[in-house]
């Protein structure tokens, strides 16, 4: 790997067959290639020889999910459990809905009932250790897998339903607005690195596989940040679909100096009418969790966002 392709930032997840960790990277130094319409870059580790079935395996392993605990001990490890409990109800029923849910609180303070296994992962792996600081400082990966049946029958006693048929490939196109800046996130441009991985992070998070748009493919398609929001969602979804995607999400961030965040909005077009949904003042990172946990909950029949 290039050393200058490094990241300051990493989310890790197992892709549940090999073994072989996956880091996703949120902020490079550098552009690393990628090819055009390729099912997103998901990892600067190694060459891996299929971008697709990388990342459908990530997708399903729906009950593994991470949190990132100091150190390796019993405290931090619980308080790991209970936020890797509420991910793990949510990327299994597509129902961002669960999410600050009171009658998860229960479930929380006992959720090391529901682990099936865990393992670390030390984020600074392979840095020399100071002289202040031992293991039980160092920053870590908790990854931990869920045992489904008892998840399922959680979600059951919440009244929702475990998504478990084929999630359909999300088509992401998102206009990101900063003073004069503007442009869409892309699969190749170099402005977009931050926003191209923190999406590819949310989709993991939430269970789902996304393609971005490359740069030329906007260029043939005729789309632009400006007109963006003003683009039939018949070329968006045919775009998206040679892309490899199956449902067109639109969104756009605006940066707002008052908030000091973004003000968002979404929209998808599926069952034959359009899904909107908005939210203010919040980082992009959370932006993109909303966006494509939004799309999941309305796929998975869940309702439109809040």
């Known amino acids: 790997m290039d050393k200058n392709c490094c990241s300051s930032a990493r989310h890790l997840i197992d892709t549940g067959q090999s073994g072989e960790m996956i880091v996703l990277t949120q902020h490079l130094t550098k552009q690393c290639p990628v090819g055009v319409a390729v099912l997103f ?16 395996a990530a ?16 405290a931090n490890r619980i308080i790991g459990f209970a936020a890797c409990f509420q991910d793990v109800l949510i990327k299994v029923s597509g129902a961002l809905k669960l999410e600050g849910d009171p009658r998860l609180s229960a479930y929380k303070s006992n959720s090391a009932d529901f682990v099936s296994s865990y393992n670390y992962h030390d984020q600074m792996s392979g840095t020399p250790k100071r002289d202040e600081q031992g293991t039980r400082d160092r920053p870590y990966d908790l990854i931990v897998d869920f045992d489904d049946r008892k ?21 992401v196109f998102v206009e990101m607005e900063q003073g004069s800046r503007q442009y869409i996130a892309t699969s190749d441009a170099k402005q977009s690195d931050l926003q191209r991985h923190s999406l590819l992070a ?3 998070k939430r269970g789902m596989v996304i393609v971005l748009p490359d740069v030329e493919a906007l260029a043939k398609a005729n789309i632009n940040a400006a007109e963006l929001l003003t683009t039939p969602s018949s070329t968006l979804a045919s775009l998206a679909s040679e892309l490899g995607g ?5 969104g756009r961030l605006k940066w707002e100096d008052s908030e000091l965040g973004w003000a968002t909005e979404w929209r998808i077009h599926w069952n034959g009418r359009m ?3 908005q939210l203010r003042g919040v980082t992009f ?5 909303r966006g494509i946990g939004g799309a999941a909950q309305i796929l998975s029949g869940n309702g439109d966002p809040g």
């Open 285 to 289: 990172d959370e932006a993109f969790r």
């Open 202 to 204: 949310a989709a993991l």
């Open 275 to 277: 899904h909107r949904w």
């Open 151 to 171: 998840i399922n029958d959680v979600l059951n006693s919440l009244g929702v339903k475990p998504w478990l048929s084929r999630r359909p490939v999300l088509g």
């Open 41 to 56: 870059m998901i990892s600067l580790f190694a060459a891996l020889a299929n971008w697709a079935s990388t990342l459908a």
């Open 246 to 250: 199956e449902v067109a999400l639109v």
């Open 59 to 74: 997708a399903d392993s729906l009950y593994r999910v991470a949190a990132i605990v100091t150190g390796q001990g019993d």
